[in-house]
């Protein structure tokens, strides 16, 4: 069974260019879930997507990033226009339905992208 | 609200001893705890949970965390260190409150010397 996998691996952008990652979560995982490093922090919380709806989107940090799932299978994250402070590793995750918390989240490589 | 705190950002230890690595949590509800892992190049892999039932929860690759409600801990350890343990560590918690929103703590990195 192949594992969530995510496009670029790595991604160098100048400010103010825009930026699209790409995320492929588990076949049949209905859940799909972002999360952001920044250099030298904790990795945070972004969004949750049940299927194609957003669950909870209290961690997208402004108006400049938006996520989509169309269709409820692979999910994009678009940050426009960039900035320096969005430099960082973007994880992308995903889950059975289970409606439990305790569910596992699988993770993907992450992606990482740089603003110069 | 609830948040986590790792203890110590690098942990040095040599093959063959014991590896132990902090977390401690802050949750006003019941929390759910977990351990994953991060060698390099690949995504973040799920040692071991907690989830309510047994507070010894073992995991894979040896490992083993226990839960400590009073001082709100839920250390990771290891009895014999492997060159092969050399990864980043993430603690996080979630709640029933919080969906599925998984906090996490800064991470620590364990190096393994020969």
């Known amino acids: 069974e192949a594992g969530v996998t995510q496009f670029p691996s790595h991604s160098v952008i100048e400010k103010g260019q825009t930026v699209t990652l790409r995320c492929d979560p588990i076949?049949?995982?209905?859940?799909l879930y972002w999360y952001r490093r920044v250099m030298g922090k904790e990795i945070k919380f972004l969004l949750h997507?049940?299927?194609?709806?957003?669950?909870?989107e209290s961690g997208m940090p402004n108006n400049r990033f938006l996520a989509e799932r169309t269709g409820g299978t692979y999910s994009t994250l678009k940050v426009q226009p960039a900035e320096l402070e969005d430099s960082g590793v973007y994880f992308c995750?995903?889950?059975?339905?289970?409606?439990?918390?305790?569910?596992?989240?699988?993770f993907g490589p992450g992606t990482r992208l740089t603003v110069l | 609200a609830q948040s986590v705190t790792q203890l110590g950002s690098h942990v040095s230890v040599s093959e063959g001893a014991l590896v132990l690595l902090r977390c401690n949590y802050s949750?006003?509800?019941?929390?759910?705890l977990f351990w994953y892992v991060q060698y390099p190049n690949q995504g973040l892999q799920l040692l071991l949970k907690?989830?309510?039932?047994?507070?010894l929860v073992k995991g894979i690759n040896g490992f083993e965390a226990e839960f400590k409600k009073s001082e709100t801990s839920f250390h990771l350890t290891k009895p014999s260190a492997h060159m092969s343990d050399a990864a980043e560590y993430f603690c996080?918690?979630?709640?029933?409150?919080?969906?599925?929103?998984?906090?996490f703590g800064g991470g620590t990195r364990l190096m393994v010397k020969p």
């Open positions: 996080a918690v979630t709640t029933n409150n919080a969906g599925n929103m998984l906090t």
């Open positions: 995750a995903s889950s059975q339905w289970g409606g439990s918390s305790t569910d596992t989240q699988y």
């Open positions: 907690y989830t309510s039932a047994a507070t």
């Open positions: 997507f049940v299927k194609e709806s957003k669950q909870d």
């Open positions: 949750s006003s509800v019941p929390p759910y």
């Open positions: 076949s049949g995982h209905d859940n």
